[in-house]
């Protein structure tokens, strides 16, 4: 039987190699690449530059970094589904729905959509129905808006590369500029809040949960019928949720 090595193309191989370099790593300049691949930094630059091309690298303002583009980040496998995690997930969800009594997922980045991962529903008569593997948009969801604040803002404009973005419910924030704006205050408030913005009369807050690189971050989220999520009680369970998610045990 021939070897399979025989048929390699070598500028695909370095291409597919770099690529799985962005599991790991938030950015990577040429000569990081090149240093990682042990290529030359002229061939490095040639593979980014066509990556970029196509959608799987984005570059960053400074023009010297790279990071995962849209084509990238849609293909990645959601966070959240592994058995590994999952098991870890449960003491946060438990902890998370005791103490804000209010319907609690966890959601994860697949491109500009947010995917419920798994949760706990809320034993209130009228309450958030909890929806696992249902796709919301995500610059109308605070667990959108906490998984978007931690990407580039180069990653965040090639996901949405028009200005104009869907309204979903009729109050959804349809401005690119505007949702930069938020993701900022999201990264330094380290929380994000939606009021009837993906559903209307339905409310949500969200914080960051676990995860070190786009591939695998989280947010746990709590959602609740208006009338019961008004400003200062999305602050309380804020700080439920960032209670709970301390309790996530460290991967084994």
Not at 82 to 102: F, W
Request: hydrophobic content about 40%.
């Amino acid at each position: 039987m021939a070897d399979p090595k025989n048929y390699i193309i070598e500028s695909l191989d370095t291409g597919l190699r770099l690529m799985r370099l962005f599991l790991t790593h938030d950015t990577l300049s040429v000569t990081d690449a090149a240093r990682e691949l042990d290529v030359a930094r002229s061939t490095a630059h040639r593979v980014l530059s066509t990556l970029e091309s196509r959608g799987f690298a984005t570059r960053d303002a400074s023009g010297r970094g790279y990071s995962a583009g849209p084509e990238l980040v849609t293909l990645g496998r959601p966070a959240g589904y592994g058995p590994e995690i999952r098991t870890r997930l449960q003491i946060v969800l438990d902890a998370a729905a005791a103490a804000t009594g209010e319907t609690v997922s966890t959601a994860a980045l697949i491109g500009d959509q947010v995917i419920i991962t798994d949760g706990r529903e809320s034993t209130h008569p009228v309450r958030a129905v909890l929806e696992t593997g249902r796709a919301h948009p995500a610059h109308a969801t605070s667990a959108g808006k906490v998984l978007l604040a931690q990407l580039t803002t180069e990653q965040v404009c090639a996901l949405y590369p028009e200005e104009r973005l869907p309204d979903v419910s009729g109050t959804t924030p349809t401005s690119r500029s505007d949702l930069l704006s938020s993701l900022a205050a999201v990264r330094t408030l380290g929380r994000a809040d939606s009021a009837g913005e993906s559903v209307r009369g339905m409310n949500t807050v969200a914080v960051p949960l676990a995860g070190t690189s786009w591939r695998d971050r989280l947010a746990l989220m709590a959602s609740m019928p208006a009338d019961r999520g008004d400003e200062s009680r999305r602050g309380r369970h804020a700080l439920a949720l960032q209670a709970a998610a301390g309790l996530l045990p460290p991967p084994s």
